[in-house]
């Protein structure tokens, strides 16, 4: 069964950063590719960064230079280092993870919210 723990989210100031971890169980994340999402109040939800198996990472134009998503494989965990947060990146953030294509994924968290003012 995999579950899916975010953390790190919370309230800053446009131009500060923080930092999101998802925590992973009965799931491996080098083994496919993991991803960030976010979803904002009567907007869909955008991919924010993917990252594969081989370390690969793709970013939405939006965060581009940024936002910048990591695995660290020895605490199972994925990453999203976000700096010069900007109050449009305001949103519920997901991470998502077992997919083979970084496209459709299998399995989600409960989000955490990011809010910049």
């Known amino acids: 069964h995999v579950q899916l723990v975010e953390s790190g989210g919370g309230s800053v100031q446009a131009g500060g950063s923080l930092r999101l971890s998802c925590a992973a169980s009965?799931?491996?994340?080098?083994?496919?590719?993991a991803g960030w999402f976010r979803q904002a109040p009567g907007k869909e939800r955008e991919r924010v960064a993917t990252i594969d198996s081989d370390g690969a990472t793709s970013y939405a134009d939006s965060v581009k230079d940024r936002f910048t998503t990591s695995v660290d494989n020895a605490k199972n965990s994925l990453y999203l280092q976000m700096n010069s947060l900007k109050p449009e990146d305001t949103s519920t953030y997901y991470c998502?993870?077992?997919?083979?294509?970084?496209?459709?994924?299998?399995?989600w968290g409960q989000g955490t919210q990011v809010t910049v003012s």
């Open positions: 998502a993870a077992v997919s083979s294509d970084c496209v459709f994924f299998g399995y």
């Open positions: 009965g799931y491996t994340f080098s083994n496919y590719c």
